[in-house]
């Protein structure tokens, strides 16, 4: 037996904004209610402080890769176990820019394939300091 729906919940926007949300539901196959419903069980919202603290700890791991190419400039030398700290400083900064994509995108979203092209290209240019190819 359905539920009754007796609940009403009152929200402001512009016309524009009800005109969008009109549209989105009609391309979803629902109704106005029934796509509010959905997007409030399936989506989450993204608390500032959580990103805010990876984002922190990515400018620390940023500043260990820069404290060793400075090394590296200085000395025009990066050995293997600089070159390994400055690989799993890396792998760290990409485990936490996919937690921070994750919580702001779908797993299916591009921008996670651009960031692992991103994170890539660096990978490369950090090998290249020590004169490590791929």
Do not use: C, W
């Amino acid at each position: 037996m359905p539920k009754t729906k007796l609940s009403r919940v009152e929200v402001r926007m512009t016309p524009e904004e009800k005109e969008n949300l009109k549209r989105k539901a009609t391309e979803a196959h629902m109704t106005v209610s029934k796509y509010i419903i959905h997007l409030s069980q399936t989506k989450r919202v993204i608390l500032k402080d959580d990103i805010a603290k990876l984002t922190v700890e990515i400018s620390r791991i940023g500043r260990n890769i820069n404290q060793i190419a400075y090394i590296g400039n200085y000395q025009k030398f990066v050995n293997r176990t600089q070159l390994k700290v400055v690989s799993e400083l890396l792998k760290q900064i990409e485990d936490l820019q996919r937690k921070i994509l994750r919580a702001m995108f779908s797993d299916e979203d591009h921008t996670l394939i651009t960031l692992e092209k991103k994170i890539e290209k660096l990978t490369k240019s950090v090998d290249s300091i020590g004169g490590r190819k791929n």
